[in-house]
């Protein structure tokens, strides 16, 4: 099977990572008076399902030294708490409104199928898959060990824990799935959701390799919410758990549907490269579910579009710069003045590119600091904030400088030893500035702009504009807001038949060229 381009992210697609839930006033009506009755009773009954699993969850590994927890539990450990553990659990789901769950296909045993890849991932109640998997380990964040309740469940499953802020830990947990899916049956079946985060279910984004390393064959599991209302899904941005968990509990009940689809065994190209297995098995279960299948990721609690090793922000910080200067009554000539203070004062040997948001504030000409410390927090994690990606992206989304001056002032700005040519590392830096994003994977673009030669402007600026992938990060990432401009042949041309020609000149009076 063929690799895909990295093109199936475009940008008519929906974005995955925002479920808000719109209901009419007679629903919202019908909603509040089902949930004040049975709200109150539900909660409480599934809470009390896994009060009873807690103890006996600690049961299991009572007495048992820290080298016997660390292999499968055998004997009546598993044969008596297993099932007892199983039936709870559908009960706590039942008390939540999912009064049967639907079942369509048939589960693979473990010599089949060592993982369960499960998607779309949806809402912390896709749990429910567990209990027609007949409590599969999974992969788990290791902070939800601390968790009451949760992290004694975690033990019993023999979940594999992960910390996300730990790259260490992300290494041990990778080695630890690949020890126990090869271990030939000795560890039960896994389960994952391959996607590694929820979605509002209207697109399948992109899965991570790390069920496919292995080169093993999987079984990939389809999950469904046939329902009228879409009360279940949690994402990024939008209603919140205690939201979800309110309607869906005020529903009479929640449909849900388990799909097993045949077990996939991977090509010997697939077990080569497990990032192709996994980009195949997931336009799979797109075409199953009559979804796109998508490079969206979620990096760093940020929704990105991976492209080309590029991760491209699904939401401009500069977008939401602009409205928040526009919002403060500036306008194009005071946003054209502040860039020109913003590079000014990168330029500046003396003072440097780092800003506070006092700082900011006067620089942008702001009388309203609280909008400088919410730009700050756009753009940084820290009290101060470089004014580098700041002004890059916003005289980009502006259209207030060409795309030739801006890549040539982005290379200036990042090459340190003033050499006319960058190394790896200040690829990554100025690509991180341009996007407003960081970027950990620009190789690919570093080996495409020193093919030639020493990695220059005019290089980077022949690659940009030029090569099919980056071509359209220039395009669709770094234009203006409202021109539009498309780079056909070395030139920008935008939907205002302004026209960048190959010098970079802007044929219409604007600054910067």
Same mark, same amino acid.
Request: glycine share 6%; charged share 20%; proline share 6%.
């Given at each position: 099977?063929?690799?895909? /381009?990295?093109?199936?992210?475009?940008?008519?697609?929906?974005?995955?990572?925002?479920?808000?839930?719109?209901?009419?006033?007679?629903?919202? @009506?019908?909603?509040?008076?089902?949930?004040?009755?049975?709200?109150? @009773?539900?909660?409480?009954?599934?809470?009390?399902?896994?009060?009873? *699993?807690?103890?006996?969850?600690?049961?299991?590994? =009572?007495?048992?030294?820290?080298?016997?927890?660390?292999?499968?539990?055998?004997?009546?450990?598993?044969?008596? &708490?297993?099932?007892? *553990?199983?039936?709870?659990?559908?009960?706590?789901?039942?008390?939540?409104?999912?009064?049967?769950?639907?079942?369509?296909?048939?589960?693979?045993?473990?010599?089949?199928?060592?993982?369960?890849?499960? $998607?779309?991932?949806?809402?912390?109640? /896709?749990?429910?898959?567990?209990?027609?998997?007949?409590?599969?380990?999974?992969?788990?964040?290791?902070?939800?060990?601390?968790?009451?309740?949760?992290?004694?469940?975690?033990?019993?499953?023999?979940?594999?824990? +992960?910390?996300?802020?730990?790259?260490?830990?992300?290494?041990?947990?990778? =080695?630890?799935?690949?020890?126990?899916?090869?271990?030939?049956?000795?560890?039960?079946?896994?389960?994952?959701?391959?996607?590694?985060?929820?979605?509002?279910?209207?697109?399948?984004?992109?899965?991570?390799?790390?069920?496919?390393?292995?080169?093993?064959?999987?079984?990939?599991?389809?999950?469904?919410?046939?329902?009228?209302?879409?009360? +279940?899904?949690?994402?990024?941005?939008?209603?919140?758990?205690?939201?979800?968990?309110?309607?869906?509990?005020?529903?009479?009940?929640?449909?849900?549907?388990?799909?097993? &689809?045949?077990?996939?065994?991977?090509?010997?190209?697939?077990?080569?490269?497990?990032?192709?297995?996994?980009? !195949?098995?997931?336009?799979?279960?797109?075409?199953?579910?009559?979804?796109?299948?998508?490079?969206?990721?979620?990096?760093?609690?940020?929704?990105?579009?991976?492209?080309?090793?590029?991760? &491209?922000? &699904?939401?401009?910080?500069?977008?939401?710069?602009?409205?928040?200067?526009?919002?403060?009554?500036?306008?194009?000539?005071?946003? %054209?003045?502040?860039?020109?203070?913003? @590079?000014?004062?990168?330029?500046?040997?003396?003072?440097?590119?780092?800003?506070?948001?006092?700082?900011?504030?006067?620089?942008?000409?702001?009388?309203?600091?609280?909008?400088?410390?919410?730009?700050?927090?756009?753009?940084?994690?820290?009290?101060?904030?470089?004014?580098?990606?700041?002004?890059?992206?916003?005289?980009?989304?502006?259209?207030?400088?060409?795309?030739?001056?801006?890549?040539?002032?982005?290379?200036?700005?990042?090459?340190?030893?003033?050499?006319?040519?960058?190394? =790896?590392?200040?690829?990554? /830096?100025?690509?991180?500035?341009?996007?407003?994003?960081?970027?950990?994977?620009?190789?690919?673009?570093?080996?495409?702009?020193?093919?030639?030669?020493?990695?220059?402007?005019?290089?980077?600026?022949?690659?940009?504009?030029?090569?099919?992938?980056?071509?359209?990060?220039? !395009?669709?990432? *770094?234009?203006?807001? %409202? $021109?539009?401009?498309?780079?056909? /042949?070395?030139? $920008?041309?935008?939907?205002?038949? !302004?026209?960048?020609?190959?010098?970079?000149?802007?044929?219409?009076?604007?600054?910067?060229?």
């Amino acid at each position: 099977m063929e690799r895909r /381009d990295g093109h199936s992210a475009t940008p008519e697609y929906p974005h995955p990572f925002i479920h808000e839930l719109k209901l009419t006033n007679a629903q919202r @009506i019908r909603g509040i008076i089902q949930g004040i009755v049975l709200f109150p @009773i539900r909660v409480p009954l599934s809470a009390l399902c896994f009060l009873i *699993m807690w103890p006996l969850a600690r049961l299991r590994f =009572a007495g048992l030294s820290e080298e016997e927890r660390s292999k499968p539990v055998q004997g009546w450990r598993l044969w008596v &708490l297993h099932p007892i *553990m199983r039936w709870l659990s559908r009960f706590a789901f039942f008390f939540l409104g999912f009064l049967w769950v639907e079942v369509k296909g048939r589960r693979a045993d473990l010599k089949e199928a060592p993982v369960l890849v499960v $998607a779309p991932h949806s809402t912390f109640m /896709d749990m429910v898959v567990l209990v027609p998997t007949q409590l599969a380990t999974v992969v788990s964040r290791s902070e939800n060990t601390s968790l009451p309740v949760v992290g004694a469940l975690l033990e019993f499953n023999q979940s594999v824990l +992960v910390s996300r802020k730990d790259p260490e830990s992300r290494r041990k947990a990778v =080695a630890q799935v690949t020890e126990r899916l090869t271990s030939n049956g000795y560890w039960p079946q896994m389960l994952m959701f391959p996607e590694g985060t929820t979605t509002n279910g209207s697109v399948l984004i992109k899965f991570k390799p790390g069920a496919f390393l292995p080169g093993l064959p999987v079984q990939p599991v389809l999950l469904r919410y046939p329902n009228k209302l879409d009360t +279940v899904r949690w994402t990024y941005k939008g209603t919140s758990w205690i939201e979800s968990l309110w309607h869906t509990t005020s529903q009479f009940y929640t449909n849900v549907t388990v799909e097993f &689809l045949p077990v996939y065994k991977p090509s010997q190209e697939e077990k080569n490269d497990p990032n192709l297995y996994a980009d !195949n098995v997931q336009k799979l279960m797109a075409k199953a579910l009559g979804l796109p299948s998508t490079d969206y990721v979620m990096e760093g609690r940020v929704p990105v579009n991976k492209l080309g090793g590029l991760s &491209l922000p &699904l939401e401009s910080p500069a977008k939401e710069t602009l409205k928040l200067l526009r919002r403060n009554g500036l306008g194009a000539h005071e946003v %054209e003045a502040a860039l020109d203070r913003m @590079i000014d004062r990168c330029q500046s040997g003396a003072q440097g590119s780092k800003a506070s948001a006092e700082e900011l504030a006067s620089i942008l000409g702001l009388t309203d600091t609280q909008t400088a410390v919410t730009i700050c927090d756009i753009y940084s994690k820290d009290e101060n904030v470089d004014l580098r990606p700041l002004y890059l992206t916003v005289a980009a989304l502006s259209g207030l400088v060409s795309f030739k001056s801006l890549l040539h002032t982005a290379f200036t700005l990042f090459d340190g030893e003033c050499r006319g040519s960058l190394s =790896a590392e200040e690829l990554s /830096d100025l690509m991180g500035a341009l996007l407003g994003f960081p970027q950990r994977h620009t190789a690919e673009l570093y080996t495409q702009a020193s093919s030639q030669g020493p990695l220059t402007a005019e290089n980077l600026l022949r690659v940009l504009t030029t090569h099919p992938t980056y071509q359209r990060v220039a !395009n669709e990432y *770094m234009r203006p807001e %409202e $021109a539009g401009s498309q780079l056909v /042949d070395g030139k $920008a041309v935008n939907n205002n038949r !302004n026209v960048y020609d190959g010098n970079g000149s802007l044929h219409h009076n604007k600054k910067f060229e």
